[in-house]
C-alpha cells in the first residue's frame, strides 16, 4: 500500500476542518458615514471562552482599555480595545491564509494587539509595527483599525505581510464600511468560515446606512443581537411560532451559540476630542448581557461587575450573564448544544429578550450626555449599584 503524502495546502486546510474554530462577524466604518460622523469598529466575538471582562492596562507607552478573556491570558492577549489617543483596534480569525507556508508559530493575534494598543497613536504607526515584527509573525487574521485622523482600515494579515483595506476608500469600501469575517480576500478562495454570516452583516449594515443609522449605539444594541439569516431570508427576532416550534439552529447567525462577547467602539475624528472614544461593550452572550459604554478615566475607574482581580475569577456580570444564556441553550447532550430556545428568549411574558431591552432602554437614559469624568464614574456606580442588582434580581428566576 502506498502511503501519499499530504501537501503542505491539504495539511492545513485539513487542521482547519477538525480544529474548533474561533470565529468572529467585524466590520470596519468610516466617520464619513456615520451618523456621529466618527469612524466605529465592530466585533461580535465567537470563542470557546465565555468568559470575558474589561481590563485597563498602564504597562505600555500608552495607558489603553480592552476585552480580555477572563480565566485565561488576560494580561498577555486583548480581543478589541482602544487607547488614551483613540487608536483601537479588533480583529476577526482568517482561515484562507497561510495554507501554503504554515508554521508552528502562530496564534499571536490578542499578543500583537495589546502591542499595538501599547504602542501606536494611527494607522501609520500600526504598520510600522507590523514591519518591524520578526518573521514568521504568527498571525492569520483581519485587523480593523481605527484612530483619531479619521482613519479606519483593515490588514489581513498572515505570516509574512499585510494588505491594507481602507474604508475612506471608495475603491475599497463603496458605502464607507467594510466587513470581515473569517477568510481574507487575500486569502484562498472559498476556504473559511463566515459567508453567510458576511452576507447577513452586509444587508444589516446596508439597512442601517440607507436609513441614516449607522450608529454605534444601534450597532451594539440590535446589530450584535441579530437573529436575521440571509440565506433563510428569515428573521427569528420576528418569528411567531415559537411556542409550538420553539428551537432553531443557530448556527449560520451572527448571534450564535458560540458568541461569547461583542464590543462596538466608537471613535474620535480628531485629536482634540481626546478622552471621548467609547467602547460598547457586551462581555457575554449578546442576547442574554446589556451593552455597556465605556470610557477610560484618570482614575482608571470601571464597573466592578465587569471587571476581576485576578485570572482565577469571573466577572460578576459575565458569570451572571453566560448562566442565564443556559436557559436560550437548555439542551446539552451531544449537537444539541447549538439549538436556541426561542421561547426561552422571545417570550413576552417572561422571556430573556424583555429583560435584557428593559435594562438596555435604562442604560441609555443614565449614560452622561457628556464627557465629565465624575459624571462616568457617577454612572459606573449606578451600573455596580443598581443595574446589576437589578439584573440579578430578574436573570435568577
Same mark, same amino acid.
Given at each position: 500500500?502506498?502511503?501519499?503524502?499530504?501537501?503542505?495546502?491539504?495539511?492545513?486546510?485539513?487542521?482547519?476542518?477538525?480544529?474548533?474554530?474561533?470565529?468572529?462577524?467585524?466590520?470596519?466604518?468610516?466617520?464619513?458615514?456615520?451618523?456621529?460622523?466618527?469612524?466605529?469598529?465592530?466585533?461580535?466575538?465567537?470563542?470557546?471562552? *465565555?468568559?470575558?471582562?474589561?481590563?485597563?492596562?498602564?504597562?505600555?507607552?500608552?495607558?489603553?482599555?480592552?476585552?480580555?478573556?477572563?480565566?485565561?491570558?488576560?494580561?498577555?492577549?486583548?480581543?478589541?480595545?482602544?487607547?488614551?489617543?483613540?487608536?483601537?483596534?479588533?480583529?476577526?480569525?482568517?482561515?484562507?491564509?497561510?495554507?501554503?507556508?504554515?508554521?508552528?508559530?502562530?496564534?499571536?493575534?490578542?499578543?500583537?494587539?495589546?502591542?499595538?494598543?501599547?504602542?501606536?497613536?494611527?494607522?501609520?504607526?500600526?504598520?510600522?509595527?507590523?514591519?518591524?515584527?520578526?518573521?514568521?509573525?504568527?498571525?492569520?487574521?483581519?485587523?480593523?483599525?481605527?484612530?483619531?485622523?479619521?482613519?479606519?482600515?483593515?490588514?489581513?494579515?498572515?505570516?509574512?505581510?499585510?494588505?491594507?483595506?481602507?474604508?475612506?476608500?471608495?475603491?475599497?469600501?463603496?458605502?464607507?464600511?467594510?466587513?470581515?469575517?473569517?477568510?481574507?480576500?487575500?486569502?484562498?478562495?472559498? /476556504?473559511?468560515?463566515?459567508?453567510?454570516?458576511?452576507?447577513?452583516?452586509?444587508?444589516?449594515?446596508?439597512?442601517?446606512?440607507?436609513?441614516?443609522?449607522?450608529?454605534?449605539?444601534?450597532?451594539?444594541?440590535?446589530?450584535?443581537?441579530?437573529?436575521?439569516?440571509?440565506? *433563510?431570508?428569515?428573521?427569528?427576532?420576528?418569528?411567531?411560532?415559537?411556542?409550538?416550534?420553539?428551537?432553531?439552529?443557530?448556527?449560520? *447567525?451572527?448571534?450564535?451559540?458560540?458568541?461569547?462577547?461583542?464590543?462596538?467602539?466608537?471613535? /474620535?475624528?480628531?485629536?482634540?476630542?481626546?478622552?471621548?472614544?467609547?467602547?460598547?461593550?457586551?462581555?457575554?452572550?449578546?442576547?442574554?448581557?446589556?451593552?455597556?459604554?465605556?470610557?477610560?478615566?484618570?482614575?482608571?475607574?470601571?464597573?466592578?461587575?465587569?471587571?476581576?482581580?485576578?485570572?482565577?475569577?469571573?466577572?460578576?456580570?459575565?458569570? *451572571?450573564?453566560?448562566?442565564?444564556?443556559?436557559?436560550?441553550?437548555?439542551?446539552?447532550?451531544?449537537?444539541?448544544?447549538?439549538?436556541?430556545?426561542?421561547?426561552?428568549?422571545?417570550?413576552?411574558?417572561?422571556?430573556?429578550?424583555?429583560?435584557?431591552?428593559?435594562?438596555?432602554?435604562?442604560?441609555?437614559?443614565?449614560?452622561?450626555?457628556?464627557?465629565?469624568?465624575?459624571?462616568?464614574?457617577?454612572?459606573?456606580?449606578?451600573?455596580?449599584?443598581?443595574?446589576?442588582?437589578?439584573?440579578?434580581?430578574?436573570?435568577?428566576?
Amino acid at each position: 500500500m502506498k502511503i501519499k503524502i499530504l501537501t503542505p495546502i491539504l495539511t492545513a486546510i485539513l487542521s482547519i476542518m477538525l480544529v474548533p474554530t474561533m470565529a468572529c462577524t467585524t466590520a470596519v466604518i468610516s466617520g464619513k458615514y456615520t451618523k456621529s460622523g466618527r469612524p466605529i469598529i465592530w466585533k461580535v466575538r465567537d470563542t470557546q471562552s *465565555l468568559y470575558n471582562k474589561i481590563q485597563i492596562f498602564e504597562d505600555g507607552k500608552y495607558r489603553c482599555v480592552a476585552l480580555t478573556n477572563a480565566l485565561k491570558d488576560a494580561n498577555s492577549m486583548v480581543w478589541g480595545g482602544y487607547n488614551e489617543y483613540g487608536f483601537a483596534i479588533m480583529n476577526s480569525a482568517s482561515y484562507n491564509t497561510n495554507l501554503d507556508k504554515p508554521t508552528k508559530f502562530c496564534d499571536q493575534e490578542g499578543i500583537v494587539m495589546k502591542k499595538a494598543l501599547q504602542n501606536c497613536k494611527s494607522l501609520k504607526d500600526f504598520e510600522k509595527m507590523l514591519k518591524k515584527l520578526p518573521k514568521p509573525w504568527g498571525l492569520n487574521a483581519n485587523f480593523g483599525v481605527i484612530d483619531a485622523n479619521g482613519g479606519a482600515a483593515y490588514y489581513e494579515t498572515d505570516n509574512d505581510h499585510f494588505v491594507k483595506f481602507d474604508a475612506n476608500n471608495p475603491m475599497h469600501a463603496p458605502n464607507g464600511y467594510i466587513i470581515r469575517t473569517n477568510y481574507s480576500y487575500t486569502g484562498k478562495k472559498d /476556504i473559511g468560515y463566515g459567508f453567510i454570516r458576511f452576507e447577513t452583516a452586509t444587508e444589516l449594515l446596508f439597512d442601517l446606512d440607507s436609513k441614516n443609522r449607522l450608529d454605534a449605539e444601534e450597532i451594539a444594541t440590535e446589530t450584535s443581537r441579530s437573529l436575521y439569516h440571509s440565506l *433563510l431570508k428569515t428573521d427569528y427576532a420576528k418569528y411567531k411560532d415559537y411556542n409550538s416550534a420553539p428551537f432553531v439552529n443557530n448556527g449560520d *447567525l451572527i448571534c450564535r451559540h458560540e458568541t461569547a462577547s461583542a464590543i462596538t467602539i466608537e471613535g /474620535i475624528s480628531s485629536p482634540e476630542q481626546k478622552g471621548e472614544t467609547t467602547m460598547w461593550s457586551t462581555i457575554a452572550f449578546p442576547l442574554s448581557t446589556p451593552a455597556i459604554p465605556i470610557r477610560l478615566t484618570d482614575d482608571n475607574k470601571l464597573p466592578s461587575c465587569m471587571i476581576s482581580p485576578d485570572q482565577k475569577t469571573k466577572a460578576p456580570l459575565s458569570d *451572571l450573564c453566560v448562566k442565564a444564556k443556559s436557559r436560550i441553550y437548555p439542551i446539552k447532550r451531544s449537537s444539541g448544544y447549538k439549538y436556541m430556545n426561542l421561547n426561552a428568549y422571545l417570550n413576552p411574558q417572561d422571556g430573556i429578550k424583555k429583560v435584557i431591552d428593559i435594562e438596555q432602554e435604562e442604560i441609555l437614559k443614565h449614560m452622561p450626555k457628556n464627557k465629565k469624568q465624575e459624571d462616568w464614574i457617577t454612572f459606573y456606580n449606578w451600573i455596580d449599584n443598581s443595574l446589576f442588582i437589578e439584573l440579578s434580581n430578574k436573570l435568577q428566576k
